[in-house]
């Protein structure tokens, strides 16, 4: 054990940063956003009210006052009472530095980003040093710093001086894995006060200034800022540009900006509402290969693409979209989903840095007046002469849905707090549009309209078809991810393109705006560049979401220009779970394990403990490059056909929820959840490499479904003591389920493993074939040994009545490299003393996982090397042999090696299938007609052997 390193001892060190200033204790104002004036003092905490448990005020015991509630640093997650922050600036304990004060030597010298170090209580992870986990202090008594992190580049350390040694770290913070999208401090510059600094960079700054107070009349919003970015270009770095909505969501943007400033540097992430996007637009416009990323809805996507126009920046950054609204279409077209969830944020900004630059079609819309005395009604109210918006990127419309949007929006004005979720607001869509189609308000709409496309006369059409709204649609989605244009290759019609410069023309009637959200389309009238549109009575009309009552006008549309936009790009996994042959495609065969809502709530950032809280569903069989919403349709599948043959397991003793979703245990940091908008998007490589897992909400947890096996435990007490097994709660036995890719159908609840053994007086009672004398492994329903269960910790296989013995780390070792197929790691585990008959804590051998795995060569060194015993040992839920495993995984290579070594070819698993079976049921016919012919070959070397006998 090093000793432990103090906090003045770090906080004095060459490590902290030379530009924390001289104290600035006479100020007491606290900061809740990031200060962009002339008074901005560099590395000061950005404090907002926490609550959370467990977090110390960082003034530590001796120094902390208690006085005041507590505070949290957004940037650099310390916490401290408002007393405590005056003791903390004494120390000199300041936040990371975002910019740099403009100086001769600081300005014209690019000086190196060094590290930020903070003491933590509380840290996940591992240490980059040693490469052991924290340990997790849980008791609130508790107060030892466990870690050293730095808040830039996330290394993380132990609070030990073997660990945390000042010597081996480098200087130079690398900024962690954002750093090609992290804006580096010494790009912004602080421009000092007048008569303090007279370099070519003050002169310079002056004599801009003189002009903008010169041309102060015409752009009366070009003012002088004390801030400006002088960026070093580099190929390698996109610098990122976070824009945020804190209404957009419900609260959730406002819990993202806090995600954002701890990830990047507070200084390039913004609040839009402080003042909108013009700030951070005009401050980073000649930053080069600039990146936009906007967290709110398709209106605040609207919003930025205006003001970027207004700018008239000389290269427009590209914007991607984090969506945050009600309908996100824009962001479902270019692949963000239909709305956030809990997708680290981490995880995002990759995306966002290696997203494809695409192309955007914005579109004009000009209103001219067509009043008239006879279209005057002196009766309607709220009738506006000109449209909220002159530009659109999604769609236009008018008639009966625009009058939808807008009874929705004069009630959301009047009664705010009533339309706080996505699920209130969407009821209400529905509500209304139910309303209206009933009292038919717009059976008249086609006498109302006069269209024009591309010079043709369209309104004798509208009239025909009797249509009650038209929309001008700009890009695929629609109304929360519709697709009216549905599909045209039968019309006649090109693709729909968002960046083609055409538009698709659709008609709606009430029938078939009803039709939208099941899969219908509307009338599809013609795809144009320019429209003419006349009405003739005040219409509701809307543009991409803003409606308005729009009194007789003349509208035209035509193409403004086209922007750029990040796609999300379609991530595939590199490795392949299963190798099918040559002969037919590549396949996964895959188990899918349920989760309860409960269970994931709590065991969310515990990867382990989270699998072993899962419930197996069934194994399915997918294309390696199907996608999610294919999945999808195959584990409904699985689920219909295990009701209808009522071979229900334990995982299903209650069916599979309408709401459940697929979860990413791919990352490094949690699960989390797919987006059902978005499973089009991910490919069952992107979210599995073993067990596929889903979270059903209505599942009851694990650990509830648990305590209604404790009467049938006590049933097995008697039984555990007959074969001398302790029921100590270390040692004890219990109904578990977390076994990877294994195929259907679990064992049944409340038998254990211990029932199954029967006081075994030899290897033979449990590895002879089935059928012969001494065998337990009886095939027919409702035997004790149908269903093996493993026990929850890792225990060697015994066949006799003593206590199982815990898995050394050697043995361990031995089946992690069967698993990985490192041979040469399993020689020298052998060489060492290793068991080669050890198994894992399902009962697995290392025979097991290389047949399963398809490793060859650790297939024939086990064979050469271990006892023959080994052929036929079998595993605690399924009662397998490695033949049954190269069987199901059609590893035809192993099951010849496996046969020709003697593996048994009759033997059952508790489903009572040989592995021929399992080759049937695999769908691998060649394979299975060789092993038949192995079965009646060995049954007659058998009858041989017994008639010589």
């Not at 009430?510 to 144009?528: D, K, M």
Request: with cysteine; net charge positive.
């Amino acid at each position: 054990m090093g000793k432990a390193i103090s906090k003045n001892a770090l906080n004095h060190s060459t490590y902290l940063h030379p530009h924390y200033g001289e104290s600035h204790s006479s100020r007491r104002q606290i900061l809740s956003s990031v200060d962009w004036t002339e008074h901005a003092v560099n590395s000061e905490h950005i404090w907002l009210d926490t609550n959370a448990s467990g977090d110390f005020c960082y003034a530590m015991e001796q120094d902390c006052i208690k006085t005041g509630p507590r505070k949290k640093c957004i940037a650099c997650k310390i916490v401290s009472h408002i007393g405590c922050i005056p003791i903390l600036e004494s120390k000199n304990l300041r936040c990371k530095p975002t910019f740099r004060e403009a100086g001769v030597r600081n300005y014209r010298e690019q000086q190196m980003m060094r590290h930020h170090w903070v003491h933590r209580r509380r840290q996940d992870g591992k240490c980059k040093q040693c490469g052991k986990s924290f340990q997790q202090r849980f008791t609130f008594q508790s107060k030892e710093i466990i870690a050293i992190s730095c808040s830039w580049c996330k290394a993380a350390y132990h609070n030990k001086i073997s660990c945390f040694m000042m010597q081996q770290i480098e200087e130079q913070c690398p900024m962690g894995v954002h750093a090609g999208i992290i804006v580096p401090p010494s790009w912004i510059i602080k421009l000092p006060k007048k008569g303090s600094f007279k370099s070519s960079l003050r002169k310079k700054s002056r004599k801009s200034s003189v002009k903008r107070k010169k041309g102060g009349s015409k752009d009366s919003g070009e003012v002088y800022r004390p801030f400006i970015i002088k960026p070093i270009p580099s190929p390698l770095l996109k610098p990122l540009l976070v824009f945020i909505n804190p209404k957009s969501g419900g609260n959730q943007g406002a819990k993202l900006l806090h995600k954002f400033c701890w990830l990047l540097n507070p200084r390039q992430v913004f609040d839009l509402s402080n003042g909108g996007p013009k700030l951070g637009l005009d401050l980073y416009k000649k930053v080069p290969n600039l990146r936009v990323l906007v967290c709110g809805g398709d209106g605040t996507a609207g919003w930025i693409l205006s003001a970027i126009d207004t700018l008239k920046l000389p290269s427009p950054p590209p914007v991607a979209i984090l969506p945050l609204g009600t309908g996100n279409d824009l962001a479902r077209t270019l692949n963000w989903g239909g709305g956030y969830t809990d997708e680290p944020i981490s995880k995002v900004l990759c995306n966002v840095e290696d997203g494809q630059v695409v192309q955007l079609d914005r579109w004009n819309v000009t209103v001219t007046s067509n009043k008239t005395e006879d279209t005057i009604e002196p009766d309607e109210m709220e009738v506006k002469d000109k449209l909220p918006l002159d530009v659109f990127n999604n769609y236009f419309s008018l008639g009966a849905d625009a009058h939808v949007a807008l009874e929705f929006h004069e009630s959301r004005e009047a009664n705010p707090e009533k339309f706080n979720s996505r699920f209130r607001n969407k009821m209400f869509y529905a509500g209304a549009g139910g309303r209206d189609m009933l009292k038919r308000s717009w059976k008249g709409f086609s006498e109302q309209i006069q269209l024009v496309c591309d010079g043709v006369d369209l309104t004798q059409k509208i009239v025909d078809m009797k249509l009650h709204s038209l929309l001008f649609l700009n890009i695929p989605r629609y109304a929360s991810g519709t697709v009216p244009w549905g599909n045209p290759n039968a019309a006649g019609f090109e693709p729909q393109k968002h960046d083609d410069g055409y538009l698709e023309v659709i008609g709606f009637t009430y029938s078939s705006l009803a039709t939208l959200q099941i899969g219908g389309h509307g009338e599809r009238l013609v795809q144009c560049r320019e429209v003419k549109l006349t009405t003739t009575k005040p219409i509701p009309m809307q543009l991409d979401g803003e409606p308005c009552r729009l009194a007789p006008s003349v509208i035209g549309i035509s193409l403004r220009n086209q922007v750029n936009m990040i796609m999300k790009p379609k991530r595939r996994g590199s490795v392949p779970i299963t190798n099918d042959p040559p002969s037919v495609p590549e396949r996964l065969r895959i188990q899918v394990s349920r989760i309860a809502m409960r269970d994931y709530e709590l065991l969310n950032y515990d990867k382990d403990r989270l699998r072993a809280a899962s419930v197996p569903l069934g194994i399915i069989v997918v294309d390696n490059n199907a996608n999610l919403e294919e999945v999808r349709t195959h584990i409904n599948r699985l689920q219909e056909d295990q009701v209808t043959t009522s071979e229900l397991s334990v995982s299903s003793l209650t069916s599979l929820s309408m709401t459940w979703c697929f979860l990413d245990s791919t990352t490094a940091e949690r699960f989390f959840r797919i987006d059902r908008s978005q499973e089009n998007l991910h490919y069952i490589t992107d979210i599995s490499s073993e067990d596929l897992y889903i979270l059903d909400p209505e599942m009851t947890s694990k650990s509830h479904n648990n305590n209604n096996l404790e009467s049938q435990e006590d049933k097995n007490s008697s039984i555990m003591k007959e074969n001398n097994f302790t029921s100590s709660k270390e040692n004890e036995l219990v109904f578990t389920f977390s076994m990877p890719v294994t195929p259907p159908k679990s064992p049944r609840p409340g038998l254990r493993f211990e029932e199954t053994l029967k006081r075994p007086e030899s290897t033979e009672n449990l590895l002879s074939p089935p059928n012969q004398p001494g065998s337990n492994n009886s095939s027919e329903p409702g035997s004790p040994n149908s269903a093996i269960v493993p026990p929850t910790k890792p225990f060697h296989f015994t066949v006799s009545g003593e206590k199982p013995k815990p898995l050394s780390p050697t043995d361990k070792m031995m089946i992690d490299a069967s698993k990985r197929g490192d041979l040469r790691k399993l020689i020298d585990l052998h060489s060492t003393g290793a068991d080669l008959l050890c198994t894992d804590q399902y009962g697995m051998t290392a025979l097991h996982h290389a047949s399963r795995f398809g490793h060859k060569e650790i297939v024939k060194y086990l064979i050469k090397n271990a006892p023959p015993v080994i052929l036929d040992m079998v595993d605690y839920e399924k009662g397998q042999t490695a033949l049954h495993k190269a069987a199901w995984y059609q590893r035809r290579t192993i099951c010849c090696v496996l046969v020709e070594a003697g593996a048994c070819l009759t033997r059952k698993d508790n489903q009572g299938n040989t592995p021929r079976m399992q080759a049937l049921r695999a769908d691998d016919r060649e394979l299975a007609t060789y092993l038949e012919s192995q079965e009646h070959f060995q049954m007659v070397v058998s009858e041989d052997q017994e008639t010589a006998v």
